[in-house]
């Protein structure tokens, strides 16, 4: 099993219907992260949390918001959805480590029509 | 603000040869790490190599080497030996800071070099 798992994988849906993309992982992070990735533009981060009282927007979180339900658990929400948001979205964790490095989900990609 | 520029949309490489991805980044920070990013096509984001701004040495992993040119603010990603699966999106990332005091691991990326490898 994937140490960072998001549900849905594949998603299409229609403008304006509010949409939730949620992210679990198991391996003890304590941050995590959402990210976009649109052709052409790489990753671009929309949010990100420390613990679970802790938020923080990112480069591009006009349009989301974002929920901690528990160490483990990460979710974005699109209140709205608009078409500009189809987009391939991940969610990573990263320990206290040295190097820092982000480790990913498998993504969710969201149409929306 | 950091900035990571890959100025190599796709790239070509024959099998067993070496390749060279392009990567340039700008930063005020002394302090920073550089990365690494594979994405095959079934998307998933898998961490290659890490550079420190202050590791003396180029990083190696395996086939992938980071060439780390300080001065030029480049980390150029080598992948010797090139195999049909490195057929992949790279992605370079730079985040600001180093080591335990971080604080977030803010990744900025760049927008990716596709490499085709062919037989």
């Known amino acids: 099993d994937a140490d960072v798992t998001q549900t849905p994988r594949n998603r299409i849906t229609k403008t304006g219907k509010r949409i939730m993309l949620e992210c679990s992982q198991t391996?003890?992070?304590?941050?995590m992260y959402w990210y976009r990735q649109d052709p052409g533009l790489g990753l671009r981060l929309i949010y990100y949390?420390?613990?679970?009282?802790?938020?923080n927007k990112g480069e591009i979180s006009d349009g989301y918001s974002v929920s901690r339900q528990a160490q483990a658990k990460f979710s974005l929400s699109l209140e709205s959805a608009i078409p500009n948001q189809t987009a391939l979205y991940f969610c990573?964790?990263?320990?206290?480590?040295?190097?820092?490095?982000?480790?990913f989900g498998e993504g969710s990609r969201l149409t929306v029509l | 603000a950091q900035k990571i520029t890959q100025t190599q949309p796709g790239m070509f490489v024959q099998e067993k040869e070496a390749v060279t991805l392009d990567c340039t980044y700008d930063?005020?920070?002394?302090?920073?790490?550089l990365f690494w990013y594979k994405q095959p096509s079934s998307g998933e984001m898998i961490f290659l190599i890490y550079?420190?701004?202050?590791?003396?040495q180029n990083a190696t992993e395996g086939r992938y080497s980071l060439n780390f040119q300080k001065a030029r603010k480049s980390a150029n990603l080598v992948i010797s030996a090139s195999q049909l699966g490195d057929s992949a999106m790279y992605f370079c990332?730079?985040?600001?800071?180093?080591?335990?005091?971080?604080?977030?691991?803010?990744?900025?990326f760049g927008t990716g070099t596709r490499l085709l490898v062919s037989p």
């Open positions: 990573a964790t990263s320990g206290v480590v040295f190097t820092g490095e982000l480790f």
């Open positions: 391996k003890g992070h304590d941050r």
């Open positions: 949390s420390f613990d679970v009282k802790d938020i």
């Open positions: 930063t005020s920070d002394p302090s920073y790490g």
């Open positions: 550079q420190g701004s202050y590791d003396q």
């Open positions: 990332a730079m985040r600001e800071g180093y080591g335990m005091n971080t604080g977030f691991q803010k990744l900025v």
